[in-house]
């Protein structure tokens, strides 16, 4: 099982910055990849950002020159740095783990989510 715990979130003015923490509890299991998604009120959820265990990073084109995604291997937590936010970024910001199990079986586990709220 794993348990991702989520912290960082808040309300910001427009042109602020706030940095995403996520950091997951693994037993038997090896995480390939981290990413943060957002679901803002009526919207599907959609991708922030990834990142793999070797370091390459994903970003939505919305989030691209504003975002940073970063990754800690050895206390598997993941971190956003979001800078210039803009009120469109209000949404509740999940994290989320991709792996294996030792038996290779694959897993995709969910934080709980953090809201991020970005006021004009």
């Known amino acids: 099982q794993v348990q991702l715990v989520e912290s960082g979130g808040g309300l910001v003015q427009a042109g602020g910055s706030l940095r995403l923490s996520c950091a997951a509890s693994?037993?038997?299991?090896?995480?390939?990849?981290m990413g943060w998604y957002r679901q803002a009120p009526g919207a599907q959820r959609e991708l922030v950002a990834d990142?793999?265990?070797?370091?390459?990073?994903d970003y939505a084109d919305s989030v691209k020159g504003r975002f940073t995604i970063s990754r800690d291997n050895a206390k598997n937590t993941v971190y956003l740095q979001m800078n210039s936010l803009k009120p469109e970024d209000t949404a509740v910001y999940y994290c989320?783990?991709?792996?294996?199990?030792?038996?290779?079986?694959?897993?995709?586990?969910w934080g709980q989510g953090t809201q991020v709220t970005v006021s004009s």
């Open positions: 989320n783990a991709r792996g294996k199990y030792s038996d290779f079986a694959p897993g995709l586990y």
């Open positions: 693994t037993r038997s299991f090896t995480i390939d990849a």
């Open positions: 990142i793999t265990s070797n370091g390459n990073t």
